[in-house]
């Protein structure tokens, strides 16, 4: 009898460890549930507002070459240090200093070209080209600076671009960027005084600004072309350099 009744008590000692077990597994691998769902999008209104300004220029950069071709490199190569020498001298004594001039580009290479009897490209020797930068504050100085480098050798102008100074563009850009904030700022006060709503605080806020340079695009002089007459400086009137700004905002509701 004592025996049946320590069976029993194992049996049910047994069968509460088993119980217990399966619930503790039932409960690890019961996934827990999170509220994933996205929350309520946030009304918003959004404009945008650009201005745009046309500046007098207060810097020209110049861009002069000497271009020389020959049979003989030395020779080439020399030919082209005596000009662009001439072209540095004739700078000098427009007043350019140094610090205004930059040597931004040496290039010699093989004279080739295309010969139309014999149908094929020809070698005729070398070719090399050295391409100044001339910075100007005083645009007055422009056309003088440009005959001058002409009539002592510089067979190539590529460009004369009218642009603003650093401390002059940053100004002008700051301007532009304000106007076009304070564009953008009024047309969303005006939707939202239509649409009877008010407006909450800035959720989002770009800009876009930009600087256009007015460029002479100088004609390319060849060697040996008639030189320009001192005495009659080309005239050039530059144009307004253009200043844009656009910037987008997103205002929310209350």
């Known amino acids: 009898m004592a025996t049946d009744t320590q069976s029993k008590f194992l049996w049910a000692i047994v069968l509460i460890m088993a119980a217990l077990v399966a619930l503790v597994a039932f409960k690890s691998s019961t996934p827990i ?58 700078l000098k004594a427009q007043g350019v200093s140094s610090d205004q001039i930059e040597t931004t580009g040496v290039l010699l290479d ?35 600076v440009l005959d001058a480098a002409v009539n002592a050798g510089a067979n190539s102008v590529p460009g004369i671009s009218f642009e603003l100074q650093p401390a002059t563009e940053q100004q002008y850009r700051e301007q532009a960027l304000k106007d076009a904030t304070l564009a953008a700022k009024s047309k969303a006060q005006t939707l939202a005084s239509a649409a009877g709503i008010s407006l909450g605080k800035v959720a989002s806020l770009n800009e876009n600004s930009n600087i256009v340079p007015w460029v002479y695009n100088a004609p390319a002089l060849a060697a040996g072309a008639v030189r320009m007459d001192a005495s009659a400086p080309t005239p050039i009137s530059p144009q307004k350099v253009t200043v844009s700004a656009t910037v987008s905002m997103a205002y929310e509701i209350q």
């Open 33 to 90: 549930n999170v509220n994933t769902s996205p929350q309520p999008q946030q009304d918003l209104v959004t404009v945008s507002g650009t201005h745009q300004m046309d500046v007098a220029p207060d810097q020209a950069v110049m861009t002069f070459q000497v271009e020389t071709r020959g049979a003989d490199a030395k020779n080439v190569s020399s030919q082209n240090s005596q000009l662009m020498n001439a072209v540095m001298a004739a």
């Open 110 to 144: 093989r004279w080739t070209e295309w010969d139309q009897q014999q149908q094929k490209t020809v070698d005729l020797g070398y070719e090399q080209t050295t391409t100044i930068k001339v910075t100007l504050t005083d645009l007055t100085k422009v056309g003088p």
